[in-house]
T-cell receptor, first 109, second 113 residues
């Protein structure tokens, strides 16, 4: 059973667009929600993370929106660039780490 | 340079032949973990360790063993590999005040024939 549901599976946007990746969870014991970015042939790398007592967090062009009542959170990438083309994973943590199934993002020049 | 290293990076083996994938970190992290990555399934945690001599099962522990005799090392052991263990494996570590921010190794691609 997938603890964290992620959508869409893939996403193609034009340069400058704002891709949005969504995740949903059920377990209210989760207390930390990171997003990881993975380039081909590399391990995932932490991009940005949020705690459930915060509704939004921005770091550069990356923003997490968090809706605690709906048990959903999303990643927005402002002014997307071809270099942002990668696979993105959301995760939820409570001792154990649970990852979403990943979203393959392609940013077209 | 702070890093997590894994060896080997690529391995092709046959069913039933015991193998070990090593993982080492130089950041003095307490928490170490193993994941497998499969298409459409994302990353799934196999085992994790909160500290030396403390290990716990993750989501998919069947067919795997781990040990944590030293803080820096966390080897993954497949006693009798089977084809359904063909996957991309990642080791990760974290610790200190931000124990939940994992640093991942470069991955080990394992094929079991």
């Amino acid at each position: 059973q997938q603890q964290v549901k992620q959508s869409p599976q893939s996403l193609i946007v034009q340069k400058g667009g704002i891709p949005i990746i969504n995740c949903a969870y059920e377990n209210t014991a989760f207390d930390y929600f990171p997003w990881y970015q993975q380039f081909p042939g590399k391990g995932p790398a932490l991009l940005i993370a949020i705690r459930p007592d915060v509704s939004e967090k921005k770091e550069g062009r990356f923003t997490i929106s968090f809706n605690k009542s709906a048990k959903q959170f999303s990643l927005h990438i402002m002014d997307s660039q071809p270099g942002d083309s990668a696979t993105y994973f959301c995760a939820a943590i409570s001792g154990q780490f649970y990852f979403g199934t990943g979203t393959s993002l392609t940013v077209i020049p | 340079e702070a890093q997590v290293t894994q060896n080997p990076r690529y391995l092709i083996t046959v069913t039933g032949k015991k193998l070990t994938v090593t993982c080492s970190q130089n950041m003095n992290h307490e928490y170490m973990s193993w994941y497998r990555q499969d298409p459409g399934l994302g990353l799934r945690q196999i085992y994790y360790s909160m500290n030396v001599e403390v290990t716990d099962k993750g989501d998919v522990p069947e067919g795997y063993k781990v040990s944590r005799k030293e803080k820096r090392n966390f080897p993954l052991i497949l006693e009798s590999p089977s084809p359904n263990q063909t996957s991309l494996y990642f080791c990760a570590s974290s610790g200190g005040a931000v124990w939940n921010e994992q640093f991942f190794g470069p991955g080990t691609r394992l094929t079991v024939l």
